[in-house]
């Protein structure tokens, strides 16, 4: 069974940094694609970012030039830094895996972002 944890929220001032991360474990196959998806309250999940295996990206036009995702796979872990954080940005972050376009989606159980001074 696949497991995903993210770990790393909190609570932060604008202008400040986070970085998130997110282990999986349990796959017998790499997990193709990973991200992150958010969901502020009373909005959709939104995807922020995702990474390939190979270490193409995609962000959010929102989070352009402020986040960053990366992945280790020798740790099945990936991370996303979080700059200049904005109050638009807090929401429930979701870390998320696929082992190819297509197959089914795991979720972890989500890491609460607070940006609020």
């Known amino acids: 069974q696949v497991q995903l944890m993210e770990s790393g929220g909190g609570l932060v001032q604008p202008g400040g940094s986070l970085r998130l991360s997110c282990a999986s474990s349990?796959?017998?196959?790499?997990?193709?694609?990973m991200g992150w998806y958010r969901q502020a309250p009373g909005q959709e999940r939104e995807l922020v970012a995702s990474?390939?295996?190979?270490?193409?990206?995609n962000y959010a036009e929102s989070v352009k030039g402020r986040f960053t995702i990366s992945r280790d796979n020798t740790k099945n872990t990936i991370y996303l830094q979080m700059n200049r954080l904005k109050p638009e940005d807090t929401a429930v972050y979701y870390c998320y895996g696929k082992i190819m376009a297509g197959s089914y989606t795991y979720w972890g159980p989500g890491t609460q972002v607070t940006v609020s001074s």
């Open positions: 349990g796959s017998r196959f790499s997990l193709g694609v």
């Open positions: 990474v390939t295996f190979g270490g193409n990206t």
